[in-house]
Structure formats: C-alpha cells, structure tokens
C-alpha cells in the first residue's frame, strides 16, 4: 500500500510542478510580448535568438514529457490499486483454501480410522464364515 500512497503524492506533486511551470511561462510570454515593442535592437535580437527562442522550445518538450510521466505515473497508481485488491482477494481465498484444506484432512483422517475398522470387522466375518459354514453343513447332515 505504500507505493501506491507515493505514486499518489508523485502525481499530486508532478501535477503542482506543471502547473506552476505553465503560469512561469505564460508569465514570461507575456513579458516579452510586452516588452517587444521596447526590446527592439540587436541586443534583444541576440538575447530572443540565443537564449528565448530556444527555452520556449525546450519548454514545450519539457511539458510534454512531464505529461507524459504524469500520464504513467497514473497508470502505474491504478496498476497498484488493482493489485492491492487482488493481493486483499487472494489472501482472503488463502484462508479459506486453508479452512477447507483442515477439514479435509479431519475427514480424511476419519476415513482412515473408518476404514480400518472396516477391515477389522471384515476379516472377523471372514473368519466366523468358517465356522457359519461348518455349521450349515452339520445342520444339512443332522436333516438327511
């Protein structure tokens, strides 16, 4: 649960940052759209083609990748909310399995003693049908 907690914060603190990055640069467009008509020599050409420019670039890959990682970031976080309720499922289904695996082995412990009861008993009936039969035949003797 703790990862999924940090990417939770990432994500809140990631979308922060962009945000802030986006009202810094929408701060510094509109500076220099006003400052424009006033930086107008070969300085602020130098200055617009050498550093500006560039940064208004970079600025934009910056954001996209930063979005980007936001958009993983989120997905990584739902990935790890469902694997939480999947672990919570398969420990609850674990003591279960264990519940039932413990009667099992009660019933089958029972069957066990159950069946050499039964062979107790059967081989009793085995040997008193000797002594059934010697019997049978002495009483079909004493009627003829």
Known sequence: MNEAVWYKKQIEQLGEALW?????????QDYRKDNQRLWNDN??????GRYLNPHE??????????QQQQTLLQKVHT???????????ISELSEE???????????????????DMFITYH???????????QLINQANKACN
């Open 20 to 28: 802030q990055m986006q009202q810094q640069f929408r701060t510094l």
């Open 43 to 48: 300085a602020a050409y130098e200055i617009n």
């Open 57 to 66: 670039k970079s600025y934009e890959q910056i954001l996209q990748a930063l």
């Open 79 to 89: 990935l790890l909310t469902s694997v939480e309720r999947h672990i919570v499922e």
């Open 97 to 115: 399995i264990s519940r039932l695996l413990g009667i099992t082995q009660e019933e089958l412990q029972r069957s066990y003693s159950n069946y």
């Open 123 to 133: 081989l009793e009936a085995k040997s008193g049908l000797r002594e059934v039969y």
